[in-house]
């Protein structure tokens, strides 16, 4: 492991994050093999974006289940998660996924033509909410590609097991839009049923 990976495990963001889903990971959470918040918009990016991008990063990846789709698609695809137990499992079956936190990303800037992620942002502590768009920002080089719940988490057993909500930032998907926007991200798909959208970098 080099120095700067080393430097971004040991991190508050990672700790603080890695202890939770850790723990969770452990107990079952996300255990089923084809569970992933991420089909339906990888499905519209396949479908409508797949001209833009040849290599994609999915923060939060979990056990990859969009890596590996999106590998099999021929695309260069990687993952990131805090949590070592599904970034093992993702690791055997030959996927490029790393445990690391979404507010200090092991990548150089413009790293990927995509960078996307389903359901992780939502779980950011307030506080690290401005350091992970700004370095998704920093690492995306085409598009964005974000799905965000607004709603406090309501499943009682993993609040339990993990001591704490698990939704920490429960804003709604305009406010993301606007924080991704005074980045220079500009709108290309909303499906707002769905807390789905699409942004351009270039």
């Known amino acids: 492991m080099s120095t700067t990976q080393e430097a971004h495990l040991a991190g508050d963001q990672f700790r603080f994050y890695s202890r939770i889903y850790g723990r969770l990971y452990k107990l079952g959470y996300h255990n089923k093999r084809d569970y992933s918040h991420s089909k339906s918009l990888c499905t519209k990016l396949l479908g409508d974006y797949r001209d833009r991008f040849e290599s994609a990063l999915d923060i939060g990846c979990s056990t990859g289940w969009a890596v590996e789709h999106l590998k099999g698609q021929g695309i260069r695809a990687a993952g990131v998660d805090v949590a070592a137990k599904p970034i093992a499992e993702g690791q055997a079956k030959g ?32 506080e690290d909410v401005e350091a992970s768009i700004n370095e998704a920002c920093r690492v995306a080089k085409r598009i964005m590609a974000f799905k965000v719940n607004p709603r406090v988490d309501r499943n009682k057993w993993w609040k339990m097991m993990a001591g704490t909500r698990l939704h920490l930032t429960t804003n709604p998907v305009s406010w993301w839009i606007e924080e991704f926007e005074k980045r ?9 049923g769905n807390e789905e959208f699409i942004l351009s970098r270039d």
């Not at 507010?103 to 033509?113: M, R």
């Open 184 to 192: 220079g991200c500009t709108v290309l798909d909303l499906d707002a």
């Open 95 to 126: 996927l490029d996924v790393q445990l690391a936190s979404a507010a200090a990303l092991p990548f150089e800037d413009d790293s990927f033509d995509l960078v996307m992620s389903t359901d992780c942002f939502e779980h950011l502590r307030p």
